[in-house]
Every structure is written in C-alpha cells, then in structure tokens.
C-alpha cells in the first residue's frame, strides 16, 4: 500500500500522555462499522488510516494494547482511555483512530467498511436535525469546561503534565 502526498501529522490522545508522529499516512483513510470497532472505540464506527511501522514515532508515552483477538491489538491511553489504533499482527502498518490527529480534517474519508454494523441513523445522517456547535448548543457547559479543560493541545508540547485519572 502506498502512502498519501499529505505531509506529516502528530496526533495524540487527550490528556496527552501518549503522542506519536507520522511522516506520512497511507491510502486507506476510511470508516470501519464492524461490530468489533464499535466495541474498540465505544461508539458507532472506527474512523482509521494506516501509518508505516517505518513512519512512525511516538513521541511521548506508549500507547496501552487490548488484544482483541489473537491477531488484532487495540491500542488506548491508558491514562484517560483515548482509543489509539487498530494493528493487526505482522501487517505493514498501524491504523491509527484520525479523530486522534491533531489535524484531522487534512485527512479526507476515502472509503467506509463494516457495512453490517451500519447504525440506521448514518443511513441519513443528514436527515438528523442539526443542533449547531458545540457554544450553540451548550453555551453555559462549554464555557465552564473551557476554564478547566485538561485536554492536550492539537499541537506537539515540550513541556506537558497529562492530569492523573481519578481511578
Ligand atoms: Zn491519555
Ligand atoms: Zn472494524
């Protein structure tokens, strides 16, 4: 597989204590609704793209491994939960979650997978009534939690304490 004239990305979890590096991606960016991505990510699908074990770095911490079956481990932060990747056993690369990056809209969605996981609402998701961002729709909320948001930067830091879980 080749990888996409994107340039580079760092990414990271959100609190920070894991970071890596890719200095590029590959040409898989998709969406994964397999039943087992929904499981991995707590939610309705795996947003993923590949990079090269070559291209990669982690650059702060290392990321915690669920192993998902003998060949697949699923990668999370073991601090605040983040989940990180997908990597199946021996392949050429790990499938990092794009939400991760700390530029995700540079990587367009190429393809969508795991059609029998679909959820019946991402049939239409346009369809769905649109509640504006995130100050629209809770103004007081998004206020508050911007005066004590311990969530890391979209921006590689020097200098950086992840807040502990309350575990
Ligand atoms: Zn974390
Ligand atoms: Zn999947």
């Not at 969406?31 to 991505?37: A, D, E, G, H, I």
């Not at 950086?160 to 807040?163: G, I, L, Q, S, V």
């Given at each position: 597989m080749e990888d996409l004239d994107l340039g580079e990305f760092s990414g990271g979890c959100q609190c920070g204590a894991v970071r890596f590096h890719a200095k590029a991606v590959r040409e898989n960016p998709h969406?994964?609704?397999?039943?087992?991505?929904q499981k991995a990510t707590g939610n309705l699908f795996a947003a993923l793209v590949g990079v090269g074990h070559e291209n990669l770095t982690w650059t702060r911490g290392r990321a915690a491994e669920f192993r998902s079956s003998e060949h697949v481990g699923r990668g999370f932060c073991a601090n605040c939960g983040t989940s990180l990747y997908y990597r199946f056993e021996g392949g050429q690369h790990i499938s990092f979650s794009i939400g991760a990056f700390d530029e995700p809209h540079r990587i367009p969605l190429l393809y969508q997978m795991g059609m029998e996981g679909k959820h019946p609402s991402l049939l239409d998701l346009n369809a769905v009534e649109e509640a504006g961002t995130t100050e629209d729709a809770m103004e007081d909320e998004a206020v508050a939690i911007k005066l004590s948001n311990n969530q890391h930067p979209d921006h590689d830091t020097s200098d950086?304490?992840?807040?502990p879980s309350n575990s």
């Open positions: 969406v994964c609704y397999c039943r087992m991505c950086w304490t992840p807040r």
